[in-house]
C-alpha cells in the first residue's frame, strides 16, 4: 500500500499537466492576495515583467522539454524581435534594448544559417555537417525560451521593482523554482491510473508483429535494458485483466533517436494477481523469479524466431542466442501446436536493414531443414506436412530427453545428429544389397567407415574386397588373404596374354577355338577359387588383389572375368536354391570403375570391365550381390554403377561434378554444406538410411573406436 501511495505521489509531482496547474493556480492565489485581482495589471512593465516568467515557465514544460532546435530559436526569436523594435521608445535603458536586439538578430541568423548548411543525407564528417553542429552547440543555451525570457524577466524586475518587496521576492523565488526543474523527469500523461508505477516499467507497447512480438517504445530513463531481459506485460487485447504475458527482449535498436525493443511472448497468458497497467512492459528483476522463468521458457536454447519465406520443407529464421554456439549440423525443435518438430542447420547469412536516417541494424538469417517428428519405433524422423506460424520461437536441443530403444542387427548406428543423443540408423542389408557409395576427400573418414560396416555385415555376408592399394590386407584384423590364390593369378594372367596376344593378329589368323578354351580354363580356375570361399564356414572376407594399380588392358580384362565369374556363381546359386549374400567393396573405386575419360587403357577394354560390373549393379540384388563403393571424386566414377547406389554417405567434398551428382540424391540445398562438414560429419540419404530426408550426422564416435 505504501509503494502504491508513493507510486501515485511521484506520478503527480512528475506530470507537466499538472505542474502547470499547480503553478498556476499559485500565481494566481498570490496575485489575489497582494494585488486583490487574480491577473496583473495592464502596465507595459507588468505585461512584459509576468509574460517573461510565464513564459520561462510555458518553455520548460512544453515548448522545450528535451532539446532547442533551430527552429525552436527561430519561433521564440522572432517574435521577441518584433515586439521589441516597436516598443522601443519605451525602454529607459536603451543600452538593455540594444543588447536584446542584438542578441535577437545573432540568434536568429545562426539559426538561418544551421538550416541552410546541414544536410542529413551526408556523413557526419562532410564540413557542412561539423560546421552546422558546432552552431548548434553555440545557440544550444542562449537560445533556449527559458534563457531569453529569463533576460526579460530579471530585466523588468531590477528596472521598475523592489526586490525587497514581498511579493516580488516570492516572484523571484517562484522563478528560481522553475528553472531547477528536470524536464526529462516529466511526461504528458494527464489522467491517473491505478495500476503500479515504479522502476519495473521500461516502456509501453506501440504496435505487434505476427501475434508475438511487441514493438515497445523504451522510456527514455530505462538504458539498461538489454536482450534476452525477462518481462511480463498485459496487452489491451486481452479481455481479462488477470491475465500476464510473459517475454523475452528480442532485439534492441534505434529510431528516430528514441530507444526501441522488441519483445517476444515465450508462453501462453498466465493469470497473475498483481494488476498491471495495459500496454506497459514491465521487466522481472527477481532473481530466483528470473532463474525459474529462463528455466521454463528454455532462454538459455533460444535460437531465434521463425520468419517470413519458410515452407514446409525449410525454416528460416532471425538468429539471435544468448551463447553463439549454433554450427551447421545442430538440432532444432519448435512446437507446432501438440507437435514437436526437429529442424537441421544447414546455413546462415548477415543480413542489415536501413531504419531511419542513417540508423541500421545487422542481423543473421539461418535455414534448416525440416527432419520431423521423432518416432523411436523406427528410429527415425517422420515429415510433417504444414510449416511452422511466423514468429515461432525456436531452440536448440540436444534431445537427451528421448530415449531410444536397443538396436538389433541389420540395424546399425551409424553416428549422431550433431551434439545430441539422436542416433542416425542404416539398415546393413538394404544398405548392401541396394548398393551404398561412401563418398569424400582423403581423410574425411570414409575408409573407417567401410571396416565398421564390414566388420558388421561379415556374420551373415561374405565381403570381397577389390582393393588394388592393399589398404584392407593392412587395416582389417585379421588381415585378410586373397581370394584368387597365386597360382591361379599366375594361371589366369598368361592365358589372358595369350589371348591378347591373339587377338592382335589379323581375323584370318586368329586361332577361334583355343582362344575361346583358353576363356573357359580361366572362368574355371576362378570358379574353383571364388567357390571354395563362398562355400568356407570360417572365411567371410576376402581381397582381390592385383600386382599392378595401372589399367593395363591385362589388368582389366582381369577384374572383367573375375567379376563375371562371381556374378554367374551367385546367379546359379539363387536358382539352385542356395541363395548368399556378397558384397563386393571397390575401393579407390575410380581403379576399377573409371569414367570413360579417365581410363588408363582403351576406352573398349575398360567400358568392358564397366560394362560387367554395371551389370551386376543391375541385376545383383535378385542374386543376393552388392555394392560398397569408396570414392574420393565422383568425376572419376562410371555412372553406370554409381547411379545404381541407392544408399549415399558422402564425407567432405569441393568439387563441382560431385555437387551436381550428389545434388540428385540429397537435394541441392543440403549439398552446399559439403564443402565446409568437419572431419568424420557426413551427409546421408537413400534407401538404407532410416530417415525420409538427408541428415548431416557426426560419425567421430565411430572414427575413435
Given at each position: 500500500?505504501?509503494?502504491?501511495?508513493?507510486?501515485?505521489?511521484?506520478?503527480?509531482?512528475?506530470?507537466?499537466?499538472?505542474?502547470?496547474?499547480?503553478?498556476?493556480?499559485?500565481?494566481?492565489?498570490?496575485n489575489?492576495?497582494?494585488n486583490?485581482s487574480?491577473?496583473?495589471?495592464?502596465?507595459?512593465?507588468?505585461?512584459?515583467?509576468?509574460?517573461?516568467?510565464?513564459?520561462?515557465?510555458?518553455?520548460?514544460?512544453?515548448?522545450?522539454?528535451?532539446?532547442?532546435?533551430?527552429?525552436?530559436?527561430?519561433?521564440?526569436?522572432?517574435?521577441?524581435?518584433?515586439?521589441?523594435?516597436?516598443?522601443?521608445?519605451?525602454?529607459?535603458?536603451?543600452?538593455f534594448?540594444?543588447?536584446?536586439?542584438?542578441?535577437?538578430?545573432?540568434?536568429?541568423l545562426?539559426?538561418?544559417?544551421?538550416?541552410?548548411l546541414?544536410?542529413?543525407?551526408?556523413?557526419?564528417?562532410?564540413?557542412r555537417?561539423?560546421?552546422?553542429?558546432?552552431l548548434?552547440?553555440?545557440?544550444s543555451?542562449?537560445?533556449?525560451?527559458?534563457?531569453?525570457?529569463?533576460?526579460?524577466?530579471?530585466?523588468?524586475?531590477?528596472?521598475?521593482?523592489?526586490?525587497?518587496?514581498?511579493?516580488?521576492l516570492?516572484?523571484?523565488?517562484?522563478?528560481?523554482?522553475?528553472?531547477?526543474?528536470?524536464?526529462?523527469?516529466?511526461?504528458?500523461?494527464?489522467?491517473?491510473?491505478?495500476?503500479?508505477?515504479?522502476?519495473?516499467?521500461?516502456?509501453?507497447?506501440?504496435?505487434?508483429?505476427?501475434?508475438?512480438?511487441?514493438?515497445?517504445?523504451?522510456?527514455?530513463?530505462?538504458?539498461?535494458?538489454k536482450?534476452?531481459?525477462?518481462?511480463?506485460?498485459?496487452?489491451?487485447?486481452?479481455?481479462?485483466?488477470?491475465?500476464?504475458?510473459?517475454?523475452?527482449?528480442?532485439?534492441?535498436?534505434?529510431?528516430?533517436?528514441?530507444?526501441?525493443?522488441?519483445?517476444?511472448?515465450?508462453?501462453?497468458?498466465?493469470?497473475?494477481?498483481?494488476?498491471?497497467?495495459?500496454?506497459?512492459?514491465?521487466?522481472?528483476?527477481?532473481?530466483?523469479?528470473?532463474?525459474?522463468?529462463?528455466?521454463?521458457?528454455?532462454?538459455?536454447?533460444?535460437?531465434?524466431?521463425?520468419?517470413?519465406?519458410?515452407?514446409?520443407?525449410?525454416?528460416?529464421?532471425?538468429?539471435?542466442?544468448?551463447?553463439?554456439?549454433?554450427?551447421?549440423?545442430?538440432?532444432?525443435?519448435?512446437?507446432?501446436?501438440?507437435?514437436?518438430?526437429?529442424?537441421?542447420?544447414?546455413?546462415?547469412?548477415?543480413?542489415?536493414?536501413?531504419?531511419?536516417?542513417?540508423?541500421?541494424?545487422?542481423?543473421?538469417?539461418?535455414?534448416?531443414?525440416?527432419?520431423?517428428?521423432?518416432?523411436?519405433?523406427?528410429?527415425?524422423?517422420?515429415?510433417?506436412?504444414?510449416?511452422?506460424?511466423?514468429?515461432?520461437?525456436?531452440?536448440?536441443?540436444?534431445?537427451?530427453?528421448?530415449?531410444?530403444?536397443?538396436?538389433?542387427?541389420?540395424?546399425?548406428?551409424?553416428?549422431?545428429?550433431?551434439?545430441?543423443?539422436l542416433?542416425?540408423?542404416?539398415?546393413?542389408?538394404?544398405?548392401?544389397?541396394?548398393?551404398?557409395?561412401?563418398?569424400?576427400?582423403?581423410?574425411?573418414?570414409?575408409?573407417?567407415?567401410?571396416?565398421?560396416?564390414?566388420?558388421?555385415?561379415?556374420?551373415?555376408?561374405?565381403v570381397?574386397?577389390?582393393?588394388?592399394?592393399?589398404?584392407?590386407?593392412?587395416?582389417?584384423?585379421?588381415?585378410?588373404?586373397?581370394?584368387?590364390?597365386?597360382a591361379?593369378?599366375?594361371?589366369?594372367?598368361?592365358?589372358?596374354?595369350?589371348?591378347?596376344?591373339?587377338?592382335?593378329?589379323?581375323?584370318?589368323?586368329?586361332?577361334?577355338?583355343?582362344?575361346?578354351?583358353?576363356?573357359?580354363?580361366?572362368?574355371?580356375?576362378?570358379?574353383?577359387?571364388?567357390?571354395?570361399?563362398?562355400?568356407?564356414?570360417?572365411?567371410?572376407?576376402?581381397?582381390?588383389?592385383?600386382?599392378?594399380?595401372?589399367?593395363?588392358?591385362?589388368?582389366?580384362?582381369?577384374?572383367?572375368?573375375?567379376f563375371?565369374?562371381?556374378?554367374?556363381?551367385?546367379?546359379?546359386?539363387?536358382?539352385?536354391?542356395n541363395?548368399?549374400?556378397?558384397?563386393?567393396?571397390?575401393?579407390?573405386?575410380?581403379?576399377?570403375?573409371?569414367?570413360?575419360?579417365?581410363?588408363?587403357?582403351?576406352?573398349?577394354?575398360?567400358?568392358?570391365?564397366?560394362?560387367?560390373?554395371?551389370?551386376?549393379?543391375?541385376?545383383?540384388?535378385?542374386?543376393?550381390?552388392?555394392?560398397?563403393?569408396i570414392?574420393?571424386?565422383?568425376?572419376n566414377?562410371?555412372?553406370?554403377?554409381?547411379?545404381?547406389?541407392?544408399?549415399?554417405?558422402?564425407?567432405?567434398?569441393?568439387?563441382?561434378?560431385?555437387?551436381?551428382?550428389?545434388?540428385?540424391?540429397?537435394?541441392?540445398?543440403?549439398?552446399?554444406?559439403?564443402?565446409?562438414?568437419?572431419?568424420?560429419?557426413?551427409?546421408?540419404?537413400?534407401?538404407?538410411?532410416?530417415?525420409?530426408?538427408?541428415?548431416?550426422?557426426?560419425?567421430?564416435?565411430?572414427?575413435?573406436?
Amino acid at each position: 500500500m505504501k509503494n502504491k501511495i508513493f507510486s501515485n505521489i511521484v506520478f503527480y509531482i512528475s506530470n507537466r499537466f499538472i505542474l502547470f496547474i499547480i503553478f498556476s493556480t499559485l500565481f494566481i492565489t498570490l496575485n489575489i492576495l497582494f494585488n486583490g485581482s487574480p491577473l496583473p495589471s495592464t502596465e507595459i512593465k507588468d505585461l512584459w515583467f509576468y509574460s517573461g516568467l510565464f513564459m520561462v515557465w510555458f518553455s520548460i514544460l512544453f515548448i522545450e522539454p528535451y532539446y532547442t532546435s533551430p527552429k525552436n530559436v527561430i519561433t521564440t526569436v522572432i517574435p521577441l524581435l518584433l515586439v521589441f523594435l516597436s516598443i522601443k521608445s519605451l525602454f529607459n535603458n536603451s543600452l538593455f534594448w540594444w543588447f536584446a536586439v542584438v542578441l535577437f538578430l545573432l540568434l536568429l541568423l545562426i539559426s538561418i544559417l544551421i538550416t541552410a548548411l546541414e544536410n542529413k543525407d551526408e556523413s557526419p564528417d562532410v564540413w557542412r555537417n561539423k560546421m552546422a553542429n558546432i552552431l548548434k552547440n553555440s545557440i544550444s543555451i542562449l537560445g533556449k525560451g527559458k534563457v531569453l525570457y529569463s533576460i526579460i524577466f530579471i530585466y523588468f524586475l531590477l528596472s521598475y521593482y523592489s526586490i525587497q518587496n514581498v511579493y516580488t521576492l516570492i516572484l523571484f523565488v517562484f522563478w528560481s523554482i522553475i528553472l531547477i526543474i528536470d524536464t526529462k523527469e516529466i511526461h504528458n500523461k494527464f489522467i491517473p491510473k491505478l495500476y503500479r508505477k515504479d522502476t519495473d516499467q521500461i516502456g509501453e507497447i506501440f504496435g505487434v508483429q505476427s501475434k508475438k512480438i511487441f514493438l515497445v517504445k523504451l522510456y527514455e530513463d530505462r538504458k539498461k535494458i538489454k536482450k534476452f531481459d525477462i518481462v511480463k506485460f498485459r496487452y489491451s487485447m486481452q479481455d481479462s485483466k488477470d491475465l500476464v504475458f510473459i517475454g523475452i527482449v528480442f532485439d534492441t535498436y534505434l529510431l528516430n533517436q528514441e530507444k526501441w525493443a522488441k519483445i517476444l511472448q515465450m508462453k501462453d497468458p498466465e493469470t497473475e494477481d498483481i494488476k498491471l497497467e495495459k500496454n506497459v512492459v514491465y521487466k522481472i528483476s527477481d532473481r530466483a523469479k528470473i532463474e525459474e522463468i529462463s528455466r521454463q521458457i528454455r532462454v538459455d536454447d533460444f535460437v531465434g524466431v521463425i520468419i517470413e519465406g519458410s515452407n514446409i520443407g525449410k525454416i528460416k529464421f532471425e538468429y539471435s542466442k544468448k551463447v553463439d554456439d549454433l554450427q551447421e549440423g545442430d538440432l532444432l525443435e519448435l512446437r507446432v501446436g501438440l507437435k514437436r518438430l526437429f529442424y537441421q542447420v544447414i546455413s546462415g547469412v548477415t543480413e542489415e536493414e536501413k531504419l531511419e536516417d542513417r540508423n541500421k541494424t545487422g542481423f543473421i538469417n539461418g535455414e534448416a531443414l525440416q527432419l520431423g517428428e521423432w518416432c523411436d519405433t523406427d528410429f527415425c524422423f517422420k515429415k510433417f506436412g504444414w510449416v511452422p506460424a511466423i514468429n515461432t520461437p525456436v531452440f536448440k536441443t540436444d534431445a537427451s530427453d528421448i530415449e531410444v530403444p536397443e538396436l538389433t542387427y541389420p540395424d546399425y548406428e551409424l553416428g549422431k545428429i550433431p551434439r545430441t543423443t539422436l542416433p542416425s540408423v542404416i539398415n546393413l542389408n538394404e544398405a548392401i544389397s541396394h548398393h551404398i557409395a561412401l563418398l569424400g576427400v582423403t581423410g574425411s573418414g570414409k575408409s573407417f567407415l567401410a571396416y565398421e560396416i564390414i566388420n558388421q555385415i561379415k556374420q551373415d555376408t561374405k565381403v570381397v574386397c577389390i582393393d588394388f592399394n592393399k589398404e584392407f590386407v593392412t587395416r582389417l584384423t585379421p588381415a585378410p588373404g586373397n581370394i584368387i590364390s597365386e597360382a591361379t593369378s599366375i594361371e589366369v594372367t598368361s592365358r589372358i596374354d595369350w589371348i591378347n596376344n591373339e587377338l592382335e593378329k589379323f581375323g584370318n589368323q586368329q586361332d577361334k577355338n583355343q582362344i575361346e578354351l583358353k576363356k573357359s580354363e580361366i572362368k574355371a580356375a576362378l570358379e574353383i577359387d571364388i567357390n571354395a570361399f563362398l562355400s568356407s564356414p570360417t572365411d567371410s572376407i576376402k581381397v582381390f588383389e592385383l600386382p599392378d594399380v595401372s589399367n593395363t588392358t591385362g589388368i582389366l580384362d582381369y577384374t572383367k572375368y573375375f567379376f563375371k565369374v562371381l556374378f554367374d556363381i551367385a546367379k546359379g546359386r539363387q536358382i539352385a536354391n542356395n541363395p548368399l549374400k556378397i558384397c563386393v567393396v571397390l575401393e579407390e573405386a575410380h581403379t576399377v570403375i573409371p569414367e570413360w575419360n579417365f581410363s588408363g587403357s582403351s576406352d573398349k577394354t575398360s567400358q568392358s570391365v564397366v560394362n560387367s560390373i554395371g551389370q551386376i549393379a543391375l541385376q545383383g540384388r535378385k542374386y543376393g550381390v552388392g555394392f560398397l563403393v569408396i570414392a574420393q571424386r565422383t568425376a572419376n566414377v562410371s555412372k553406370t554403377v554409381l547411379t545404381q547406389c541407392n544408399t549415399v554417405i558422402c564425407f567432405q567434398a569441393f568439387d563441382e561434378t560431385s555437387f551436381n551428382f550428389l545434388g540428385n540424391y540429397v537435394g541441392k540445398e543440403i549439398v552446399q554444406v559439403l564443402p565446409n562438414l568437419k572431419q568424420f560429419h557426413a551427409v546421408v540419404a537413400g534407401k538404407a538410411i532410416r530417415s525420409n530426408v538427408p541428415l548431416i550426422i557426426d560419425l567421430t564416435r565411430a572414427a575413435n573406436d
